[in-house]
């Protein structure tokens, strides 16, 4: 679409609540998004002052087309959203990882509704309850309903077997041959059970306990032997399955509780779900979010709670919906929640106490989960590229995939003991065995450039001498004045042009590039910049140790030096011996002996423990 059109299209927008969708060349919807005013939210994607990621802008440069729907409220076009990005599976929303489908229990409408397992979701009145993350979960459910109340719980459709007597009966399955389900019901009694089955999965198995206790003692006061002898064992399969769910509050009350674990490297989130009812842990939900770079932690939980609620996932509403971080917006979700059950449901951020611990317990499972899902992803990708590493060839203009990317940075304290580090990262990923220190050798002072250009130099005209592997990109930790160091060393070393080199300054984490002027201002959500200053930090940190270390044995050196018969050649050894001034003072005469010599030994030892050194 020309500019000209698209601007008036822009100025046409209304400005009430909606769904509005993007589209590139050819009509494929490219990204869904909803707003509480239209206009103000679509016109903000095509400002430049707004400072867009680096994948938005890659959006916005792809934006052939849009087209809004109008909504009656935010509700509705939470609704709506969620259908169209189901629909279209655009590219630039969060996708989730839907590589696997979990598992649900049915429970039909009608008259004569059935209860069975089930990985598809119809939207044809039954209620679904779930999703199970682990299919043992819901077998066990399953159990306890044909324990309980001797209901078939398979996925075949009953039939009427006798409609001669004016009552119809019900024939279920092979099962009931068997004798895992009752088979014939008589309609009042089967919706008598079902009401019981539907207040089990609801998670009220404590009043259904109770329920069930006052029928049995009513059926044995009636001499109804055989009907109180099946409620027991009903009875006595739900106190068992109780006994198996974690009692994690003493509220009886129902909570959902939401957590996100997040990795920016990798732009990959978790989302936890737990299901608490009557204060006890029902159940556990969890999904892999991807795409998320340039959304905030709030943004992406927000993202997997509603999908959560307008999706096939919720089967009930709980009294309170905690989550670990505040959404940016929750109030579409809040009015979708009074439309849908006719009551408030607070969504609360608790910060103290035991809600707060719960919260954290469901963070702790994200975070292990995605730890785990993250480990197994790249195992089972070959030539895996991390997302952070992509980012960053795009964002930087780099025609190389910067996969290995080695870092360098000085340390000094007013001129003494100047040291520079190495650190390098493979794929996104720290590769210790590989960092670097080194000692300035040739320059006398403070001088951070000149100490930069002499530990690039000597780093990689070593590799060539050697003939080994050059990196895929050279980063120092400075602005301007480090980064026309390390191009002169590169040029000395005649590698410059076959390596990229960039500096990064702290202040406003500005990336400078040889031959730019001005800096690249790479968004701060954007997963390559994270990556960037988790190189930073960590050569920082490596050079920051070493500078210390150096320090540390000069001081004991020279301490060593007073005493008599000890030169530099001994006290060399003492130090890289016991390698600390404590571990020294504390060693036994023996210990200095066998280190050191009988003599020198006796020396130190009587130096340290006369009572006149400090």
Request: net charge neutral; proline share 4%.
């Amino acid at each position: 679409m020309a500019e000209a059109a698209l601007q008036s299209k822009l100025d046409h927008l209304p400005q009430l609540p909606g769904v509005y969708m993007f589209r590139q060349k050819g009509g494929d919807v490219i990204y869904v998004g909803k707003a509480k005013r239209l206009k103000n939210r679509v016109k903000s994607y095509f400002q430049e002052s707004r400072g867009h990621d680096g994948k938005i802008r890659v959006m916005i440069s792809k934006i052939d087309d849009f087209e809004v729907i109008v909504t009656d409220s935010e509700a509705e076009a939470l609704i709506l959203e969620n259908t169209l990005i189901k629909k279209h599976q655009p590219r630039y929303n969060v996708m989730y990882r839907d590589d696997k489908t979990y598992p649900y229990i049915c429970v039909t409408a009608g008259d004569r509704p059935r209860v069975f397992p089930t990985r598809t979701v119809v939207r044809d009145g039954s209620r679904y309850f779930g999703p199970y993350d682990h299919v043992g979960k819901m077998k066990s459910m399953l159990e306890v309903i044909r324990q309980a109340f001797g209901l078939c719980t398979c996925a075949c459709t009953p039939r009427v077997v006798d409609k001669s007597r004016g009552v119809p009966r019900w024939h279920s399955c092979f099962e009931e041959y068997f004798e895992n389900c009752s088979g014939d019901w008589p309609a009042d009694q089967y919706r008598d059970t079902m009401d019981k089955v539907l207040q089990l999965l609801n998670g009220k198995t404590s009043a259904l306990i109770r329920q069930l206790r006052d029928e049995m003692e009513i059926s044995a006061q009636a001499l109804q032997f055989e009907q109180a002898a099946r409620l027991r064992d009903g009875i006595q399969a739900l106190e068992k399955y109780s006994e198996k769910m974690k009692m994690v509050t003493n509220e009886v009350i129902d909570r959902d509780l939401f957590a996100v674990e997040t990795d920016e490297i990798e732009a990959t989130a978790c989302g936890v779900e737990f299901r608490i009812r009557e204060g006890k842990l029902v159940a556990r939900y969890h999904r892999f979010i991807r795409n998320i770079e340039g959304l905030s932690e709030g943004e992406i939980l927000q993202a997997f709670v509603e999908d959560y609620y307008t999706g096939d996932m919720a089967a009930t509403t709980p009294d309170e919906v905690h989550l670990s971080v505040e959404m940016p917006d929750a109030e579409p979700l809040m009015e979708y929640l009074w439309q849908e059950h006719g009551r408030k449901v607070p969504i609360l951020v608790p910060q103290i106490g035991e809600k707060a611990q719960l919260v954290r317990m469901a963070q702790a499972n994200a975070r292990l989960l995605l730890s785990e899902y993250l480990l197994e992803r790249q195992k089972s990708v070959k030539d895996y590229i991390p997302h952070s590493v992509q980012s960053l060839k795009r964002d930087i203009g780099l025609q190389v995939m910067p996969r290995r990317i080695e870092c360098f940075d000085n340390s000094n304290l007013q001129g003494t003991d100047p040291v520079a580090s190495m650190v390098c990262f493979v794929d996104a990923r720290p590769r210790k065995s590989e960092y670097k220190k080194f000692t300035i050798k040739t320059v006398t002072g403070a001088d951070d450039f000149a100490s930069m250009k002499e530990v690039v130099y000597r780093r990689y005209s070593r590799l060539v001498k050697e003939k080994q592997h050059l990196p895929d990109l050279i980063m120092v930790d400075g602005g301007k004045g480090q980064l026309s160091s390390a191009v002169e060393a590169l040029k000395q070393a005649g590698i410059y042009g076959q390596v990229p080199v960039i500096g990064i300054a702290k202040r406003l984490e500005e990336v400078f590039i040889p031959g730019n002027p001005d800096p690249v201002m790479i968004p701060k959500t954007s997963s390559s910049l994270k990556l960037l200053q988790q190189l930073r930090d960590e050569a920082h940190r490596f050079a920051i140790t070493y500078h210390r270390d150096k320090r540390s044995k000069r001081t004991f050196s020279t301490e060593l030096l007073r005493i008599e018969g000890i030169g530099e050649t001994k006290a060399k050894k003492l130090l890289e011996t016991f390698g600390s001034v404590k571990r020294v003072k504390e060693a036994g005469l023996d210990q200095l002996i066998t280190a050191a010599g009988k003599v020198t030994g006796q020396a130190v030892f009587d130096y340290f423990n006369s009572g006149d050194t400090p």
